[in-house]
């Protein structure tokens, strides 16, 4: 069996916009990124690209 946790959506809720609030500007997101293109770069990738979007801001 495996023991990783499930990963998939959820409705947001309220609580989810403080939570994305209270950890705004702590580097969490850099972070992140950095540990991604470092594993990219380990398998030999060359180019990373993030997309996001902002379609929902309004409900966090």
Request: overall charge positive; some cysteine.
């Amino acid at each position: 069996m495996n023991d990783r946790p499930r990963i998939g959506y959820r409705p947001a809720s309220p609580e989810d916009g403080r939570r994305i609030a209270a950890h705004r500007g702590l580097g969490v997101g850099s972070a992140l990124m950095e540990r991604a293109c470092a594993h990219g770069r380990r398998l030999g990738a060359r180019t990373a690209w993030l997309e996001t979007s902002n379609v929902n801001s309004k409900d966090l």
